[in-house]
């Protein structure tokens, strides 16, 4: 089992940047890992993945550019650097990590094509204009 625990979110202005982690229990399962983001009342959207031991990255087109993800794998701690911060990117912000490619029938139908089988806690972001 991995335990994810979440940190770095906070209340900014438009244009500012967050640095969120995320300190796995575990190494287990770090050679797949993500972010995805959730609003009330709205699906679960994939940010980014880091796939593939670090050989492949995702990015969700509305971040292409301004987040960045990486990875400390001796420290077990993943990262997602937001700049340019909008009002749009308001959400709570869950790691993700052990991914396999996804398979017919499973439930998740990520963008990247990854089906993830942990779950942190989230982090809140919040953009004001």
């Known amino acids: 089992r991995v335990q994810l625990v979440e940190s770095g979110g906070g209340s900014v202005q438009a244009g500012e940047s967050l640095k969120l982690s995320c300190v796995a229990s575990?190494?287990?399962?770090?050679?797949?890992m993500g972010w995805f983001r959730q609003v009330a009342g709205k699906e679960r959207e994939e940010v980014a993945g880091?796939?593939?031991?670090?050989?492949?990255?995702f990015y969700a087109d509305s971040v292409k550019g301004r987040f960045t993800i990486s990875q400390d794998k001796m420290q077990k701690t993943l990262y997602l650097q937001m700049n340019d911060l909008k009002p749009e990117d308001t959400a709570m912000y869950y790691c993700?990590?052990?991914?396999?490619?996804?398979?017919?029938?499973?439930?998740?139908?990520?963008?990247?094509?990854?089906?993830?089988?942990?779950w942190g806690q989230g982090t809140q972001v919040t953009v004001s204009a």
């Open positions: 575990t190494t287990y399962g770090s050679y797949c």
């Open positions: 880091i796939h593939d031991g670090g050989f492949s990255t």
């Open positions: 993700a990590a052990d991914c396999r490619r996804a398979r017919d029938g499973d439930e998740q139908k990520n963008p990247s094509g990854y089906t993830y089988f942990y």
